[in-house]
Every structure is written in C-alpha cells, then in structure tokens.
C-alpha cells in the first residue's frame, strides 16, 4: 500500500476506534495524528528529485486512483497533522465527547486527501468530503449561532463546488479522463472561449472557499461560531484549500487564459486585503480580528497568483504555508486567553503580558509575525511576494507595501491596548493556567516560524522546482 493511501486508511480506522473509546478518546486521537505525521514526514525523501507519483491505478471510464505530491502539495500536506495536533491538545481542556475526537480525524482524512489527490473526481470527493465533519463539528460544537454558521458555511462552499465540478466536467468531455496529467494535455485543444468558461467556473469554485471579496461572507459566521480549536483549523488549513486549488489549476493548467484576467483577479485581491483589513482595524472581539485578519491575509495570496512570476508564485505557496502557521498560533493563543480572563473583547481587558506572561507574550511574538518581521516566515512570504509583483507593477507591489502597513498598524494597536496597557483591578488577582500540552502547542508553532523564518532555503528549494516546472 502506498503511503498517502496508508495514511488514509490509518485515519479512518483511527476515527472508529476514537469514537469507540468515549473517556479515552482524545489519547487515541493523538496517537493516530502522531502516526500519520510520521507517514507524511517519511515523503520528503521522495519529493526531492520532483513530482513523485504514489499511485496511478485505471478504474474506469477515465477515472484514476491516483496520488501525488509535489513542492506544492507538500508544505500543505506536511501541516496538517502538526496543526491538528495542536488543536487536540488545545482540547484536552475541555470535556469534549469521542464524536468530537472522531470528527477531527475525518477531517485531517479529507484535508490529507484533498492536497495529494491527482485525479478530479477523487479530488472533489475529499473536497466535498471536508464539508461533512466541518459542517457537523460547527453544528455540534459552536456557539450560541452555530446552526446558522454551519448551514451558510456549508451552502456558500457546496455552491462553490458545484460550479468547480461543471467546469471538470465540460474538461472531461473533451479529454475523456479526469487525471490531472491528461487533464493538461486535453486544455491546449479546448477553444478559447470554452477554456474561458471553464476557466471561470472553476475560479469561482475556490474563490468561495479561499474566500475572495465578494464571496467571504460565509467566513466571519463560520470563524467566530466555531470552537477556537476549529476555528485554528479552518484558518490554516480549510481555507488553504481554496489557494491551493487557484495554484494547481487556475495557474498550472490555465496560464495563458489567468494572464488574460491578470488585472482583474490582482484588483479583487487588493479589495480583499483592504476591506478585511480595515475591518479587522474596527473590532472590539478579538476572534473577529483575527479572522477578518485570516481573510485579509488571503488577498495576498490572490495578488501573487495573479502576476504568474516565479517569485510571486514562490511567495504564494510560503505564504500559505507560513500563515497557517502564524494563524494556528494566534488563535491558539486567543484560546488560552479566553479560557483565563473568560473574555475575549478588548475593551474588557487590559495588561495580558503582567498577568498571563506566558500566554501574553506569546500574543506578542504571533502578532509580530502576522505583521512580517524580518527572521520570521511571513516576512520570507512577503520579500517573495513583492519581489515577484514589482517586476510586473510597481503599482500593485506599493499597495502591497501599504496593506503591510495596515496590518501592522491593527495588530500594533491591539497589543498596545489588550497586552500592554495598565492592568485593570478586576485581572489583578487571576493566576495564569496553562498545561504542558498548551506550552507544547505554542512552542511547536513558534519554532517552526522561526526556523522557517531564518532559514527558509530547505522548504524554498522544494516550492522552487515546482515552480519552475510549472512555468516551463
């Protein structure tokens, strides 16, 4: 058995022993996470000469069992059991059911399968297959407006999907096959116009899962009716989907027809970067900060994709591995701060950093690196990224600058008035708790920005040849 299909498989038989274990069922959660970490961690031996192919197996009528993984399908596949790692620790806290442990492997099952799937239609079933457990986990495990939450999220993304799976299949009329590779070949005897179409529709697809403006408004719903540790997840990996899928088709299989719409995909970025910037500037809940913030951060991604430079493109795929990284961390950090001072709007608090150090400064170092400081990964992101958009416009990279700035300055003043400012009478008596998993959790992520961030070349190096085959 190949490895992806083994991790697979180890997932799904995880989830059943996990939801059979009721009191134990977060250790058994973890110990399966673990397991299948190692598995993904053993692939980077075989990714270093290129594109490797796990598994290309006919079944019929042009579908393939199929899996691979590449330098842009690795820093996502390699995230995801450390972040659900940290989520599951960051649960121990609570007195979570088996089903919730259960429904957390399901959907580390779907994320796995969606970033080494190399045929469409297995593709779409573990695209479509993420929904279930996410949708069931906000229903289940959400605040007080969970249902509505979970039924836009579920609604929005599913419309999204329908209109990716349209496009896939007026390619499969054409090509008779649904295997990426083929997939490639049968794009350059498509009309023009044809291509448009399909272009669009699958555009729009990812659009509603990255999200874009105008098509987030299922975001901010979902984000903030989630539990914190879902919400971690969603952040850095469900909506990573989204810009995933914008790389693997709309750049590497639509080049000639994205340069085409270039301006136009660079403009709803900027919208995006802005809009859920300033947004971000006037919240009060720090959840809803952080996730405008999320959104924000995903415009950068569009910007980069849109000029279909090697840099640009390089930056792209750092910056979605990085900032799942920096958005695992922050909201981890809101948990622990929401679970201490049991609020979490800012004009409530005030002087983390002298009553919760640990959980304070560690505020602090995420904030930082949300904002791009040298040494850390998001700033490698961000050279990338303008180094990338200023050989093709000055214009877009100097908007880039700014939204820089903007975040800076949300960030910057959120800290200056939650963590920083005098502490107020009401936190003067609260000792801060935070167990071993807690620390573990934060100390994971903050390691690996750092260690991505001062030396980025071993993970550059593998996005690099990607994208270099790619733009041959």
Same mark, same amino acid.
């Given at each position: 058995? *190949?490895?992806?299909? @083994?991790?697979?498989?180890?997932?799904?038989?995880?989830?059943?022993?996990?939801?059979? %274990?009721?009191?134990?069922?977060?250790?058994? !959660?973890?110990?399966?996470?673990?397991?299948?970490?190692?598995?993904?961690?053993?692939?980077?031996?075989?990714?270093?000469?290129?594109?490797?192919?796990? =598994?290309?197996?006919? &079944?019929?009528?042009?579908?393939?069992?199929?899996?691979?993984? #590449?330098?842009?399908?690795?820093?996502?596949?390699?995230?995801?059991?450390?972040?659900?790692?940290?989520?599951?620790?960051?649960?121990?806290?609570?007195?979570? #059911?088996?089903?919730?442990?259960?429904?957390?492997?399901?959907?580390?099952?779907?994320?796995?399968?969606?970033?080494?799937?190399? *045929?469409?239609?297995?593709?779409?079933? +573990?695209?479509?297959?993420? &929904?279930?457990?996410?949708?069931?986990?906000?229903?289940?495990?959400?605040?007080?407006?969970?249902?509505?939450?979970?039924?836009?999220?579920?609604?929005?993304?599913?419309?999204?999907?329908?209109?990716?799976?349209?496009?896939?299949?007026?390619?499969?009329?054409?090509?008779?096959?649904?295997? +990426? #590779?083929?997939?490639?070949?049968?794009?350059?005897?498509?009309?023009?116009?044809?291509?448009?179409?399909?272009?669009?529709?699958?555009?729009?697809?990812?659009?509603?899962?990255?999200?874009?403006?105008?098509?987030?408004?299922?975001? /901010?719903?979902?984000?903030?009716?989630?539990?914190?540790?879902?919400?971690?997840?969603?952040?850095?990996?469900?909506?990573?989907?989204?810009?995933?899928?914008?790389?693997? +088709?709309?750049?590497?299989?639509?080049?000639?027809?994205?340069?085409?719409?270039?301006?136009?995909? !660079?403009?709803?970025?900027?919208?995006? =970067?802005?809009?859920?910037?300033?947004?971000?500037?006037?919240? *009060? #809940?720090?959840?809803?900060?952080?996730?405008?913030?999320?959104?924000?951060?995903?415009?950068?991604?569009?910007?980069?994709?849109?000029?279909?430079?090697?840099?640009?493109?390089?930056?792209?795929?750092?910056?979605?591995?990085?900032?799942?990284?920096?958005?695992?961390?922050?909201?981890?950090?809101?948990?622990?701060?929401?679970?201490?001072?049991?609020?979490?709007?800012?004009?409530?608090?005030?002087?983390?950093?002298?009553?919760?150090?640990?959980?304070?400064?560690?505020?602090? @170092?995420?904030?930082?690196?949300?904002?791009?400081? /040298? %040494?850390?990964?998001?700033?490698?992101?961000?050279?990338?990224?303008?180094?990338?958009?200023?050989?093709?416009?000055?214009?877009?990279?100097?908007?880039?600058? &700014?939204?820089?700035?903007?975040?800076?300055?949300?960030?910057?003043?959120?800290?200056?008035?939650?963590?920083?400012?005098?502490?107020?009478?009401?936190?003067?008596?609260?000792?801060?708790?935070?167990?071993?998993?807690?620390?573990?959790?934060?100390?994971?992520? %903050?390691?690996?920005? =750092?260690?991505?961030?001062?030396?980025?070349? /071993?993970?550059?190096?593998?996005?690099?040849?990607?994208?270099?085959?790619?733009?041959?």
């Amino acid at each position: 058995m *190949d490895k992806i299909s @083994f991790v697979i498989s180890l997932l799904l038989i995880g989830s059943f022993i996990t939801y059979l %274990s009721k009191n134990k069922a977060k250790y058994v !959660a973890t110990i399966f996470t673990l397991l299948s970490a190692v598995v993904v961690l053993s692939i980077l031996q075989e990714i270093k000469h290129g594109r490797y192919i796990y =598994i290309n197996q006919h &079944l019929s009528s042009g579908i393939y069992y199929s899996f691979a993984v #590449d330098g842009l399908s690795y820093p996502m596949l390699v995230l995801v059991p450390i972040i659900f790692l940290v989520s599951i620790f960051l649960s121990y806290r609570k007195e979570f #059911d088996s089903r919730y442990y259960a429904l957390l492997l399901l959907l580390q099952l779907g994320l796995i399968g969606v970033y080494s799937a190399n *045929d469409f239609i297995f593709f779409y079933i +573990f695209w479509e297959f993420v &929904l279930i457990p996410a949708f069931f986990l906000i229903l289940y495990y959400g605040l007080e407006n969970r249902r509505y939450a979970a039924l836009k999220f579920f609604i929005y993304t599913h419309v999204g999907s329908l209109l990716m799976l349209l496009g896939f299949i007026m390619l499969y009329m054409k090509s008779g096959s649904f295997l +990426f #590779d083929d997939i490639k070949i049968a794009i350059n005897e498509v009309p023009v116009n044809v291509a448009k179409v399909i272009f669009i529709l699958t555009f729009l697809g990812f659009a509603f899962k990255l999200p874009i403006f105008p098509f987030h408004t299922w975001l /901010p719903h979902a984000y903030i009716q989630s539990p914190t540790q879902l919400t971690l997840i969603l952040s850095a990996l469900v909506s990573k989907m989204g810009a995933y899928g914008l790389l693997r +088709f709309s750049v590497e299989m639509f080049s000639s027809i994205l340069i085409e719409y270039s301006k136009i995909i !660079a403009i709803l970025g900027i919208i995006t =970067i802005f809009y859920a910037g300033f947004l971000a500037l006037a919240q *009060d #809940d720090i959840k809803s900060l952080l996730s405008y913030s999320s959104f924000s951060h995903t415009g950068l991604i569009v910007v980069a994709l849109a000029f279909l430079t090697k840099f640009s493109i390089s930056g792209a795929i750092f910056q979605m591995f990085s900032h799942a990284l920096v958005a695992a961390l922050l909201f981890s950090c809101l948990f622990l701060l929401e679970e201490n001072l049991k609020t979490r709007y800012i004009s409530r608090m005030s002087g983390v950093a002298y009553v919760l150090p640990i959980v304070g400064w560690s505020f602090v @170092f995420a904030g930082l690196a949300g904002m791009g400081l /040298p %040494s850390l990964s998001s700033f490698v992101a961000e050279y990338l990224i303008l180094v990338g958009v200023i050989s093709k416009s000055f214009l877009f990279a100097l908007l880039i600058g &700014l939204s820089i700035g903007l975040t800076t300055g949300y960030i910057s003043w959120f800290l200056q008035r939650a963590i920083f400012n005098p502490v107020k009478k009401e936190f003067m008596n609260i000792r801060e708790t935070i167990n071993i998993y807690e620390i573990l959790s934060l100390a994971i992520l %903050s390691l690996l920005i =750092i260690v991505f961030g001062m030396y980025p070349k /071993p993970l550059f190096e593998i996005i690099l040849e990607y994208v270099e085959v790619m733009l041959r």
